[in-house]
């Protein structure tokens, strides 16, 4: 995974965290709920590019031999 993509989900994540607090603080479900959503569509993400990076790893090594 790219630094820029890491940077993106990372970013996508707070964005998430600042909307869920802001819907806490103003009393309104639906943006709290957005900023969760938000930060758990990051956190897949994340994982996706993990994966990968995982993957293109050990296609490396199998490679390399």
Do not use: P, R
């Not at 909307?19 to 994982?47: F, H, I, Y």
């Not at 590019?49 to 090594?61: I, L, R, T």
Request: aromatic letters at 4%; charged letters at 40%; glycine letters at 8%.
């Amino acid at each position: 995974m790219g630094f820029a993509d890491k940077f993106k989900n990372k970013a996508e994540e707070i964005a998430g965290k600042a909307k869920e607090a802001a819907g806490s603080a103003t009393d309104n479900e639906k943006l709290k709920t957005e900023g969760q959503a938000d930060q758990a569509e990051s956190k897949v993400k994340q994982g996706v590019e993990s994966a990968k990076d995982k993957a293109s790893e050990v296609k490396e090594k199998l490679t390399d031999n």
